[in-house]
């Protein structure tokens, strides 16, 4: 049984770094294609896909937001950690880290999703 | 980065009804295309991957189809647990969503 769970900070300040991990379970991200990612959502917005990690440790991040963001994991604690800097406001969003496999060039489809963690900016 | 654009942004609909959602990418995408389901509160689910295959223990009355740059998600006949928010998602580059169609109950 795969499952994903995200835990961090509900609440950070401006200016201070947000660092986030993804536990998960029921695979193996030495698996040649498997891929963790990082997805965000404010708050009666859309999806926003921020980074990703795979089983190779190759790292890719959003052109929007890769200045800020770093992702790195742990495959012996089945984890994947991110961190995004320089948090703002508009950062206030439920943050998901989600599972997917990836297939000639393309990153492929999120097949299991943690339930989320709502991490608000706020001084 | 690809944008998608999803229309209608909402949808209100009876159950039983016909719905139908598109999603149109910026440039093609080929096959490369995932529809998924939210409720409030909830993580997205998978419905439906390259375009048009069903996700395992997804009903059959969701189902996609296109290819390039339009693609269709089109629920057969509405039932109560299918009011919610739907998004499709390109994977021919780094992933991006659209911005989400809301069924609603009329």
């Known amino acids: 049984q795969v499952t994903l769970r995200e835990s961090g900070p509900a609440l950070v300040k401006p200016t201070q770094t947000l660092t986030l991990t993804c536990t998960f379970s029921g695979f193996s991200l030495s698996t040649s294609g498997m891929c963790v990612s990082w997805i965000r959502q404010p708050p009666g917005k859309a999806l926003e896909w921020l980074a990703l990690?795979?089983?190779?440790?190759?790292?890719y991040y959003s052109t929007s937001l890769k200045t800020r963001l770093t992702i790195s994991k742990d495959t012996s604690k089945n984890q994947v950690v991110l961190t995004m800097t320089n948090m703002d406001p508009v950062d206030t969003a439920t943050y998901y880290c989600?599972?997917?496999?990836?297939?000639?060039?393309?990153?492929?489809?999120?097949?299991?999703w943690g339930q989320g963690t709502l991490v608000t900016v706020s001084s | 980065d690809i944008q998608m654009t999803q229309s209608p942004s909402s949808v209100s609909a009876s159950v039983g009804d016909r719905v139908t959602i598109t999603c149109r990418a910026s440039q093609g995408i080929s096959s490369w295309l995932a529809w998924y389901q939210q409720k409030p509160g909830k993580a997205p689910k998978l419905l439906i991957y390259a375009a048009s295959s069903l996700q395992s223990g997804v009903p059959s009355r969701f189902s996609g189809s296109g290819s390039g740059t339009d693609f269709t998600l089109t629920i057969s006949s509405l039932q109560p647990e299918d009011f919610a928010t739907y998004y499709c998602?390109?994977?021919?580059?780094?992933?991006?969503f659209g911005q989400g169609t809301k069924v609603e109950i009329k």
């Open positions: 990690i795979d089983w190779d440790d190759d790292k």
């Open positions: 989600a599972r997917h496999r990836s297939e000639l060039s393309s990153p492929g489809w999120f097949d299991y």
């Open positions: 998602q390109q994977a021919n580059s780094f992933p991006t």
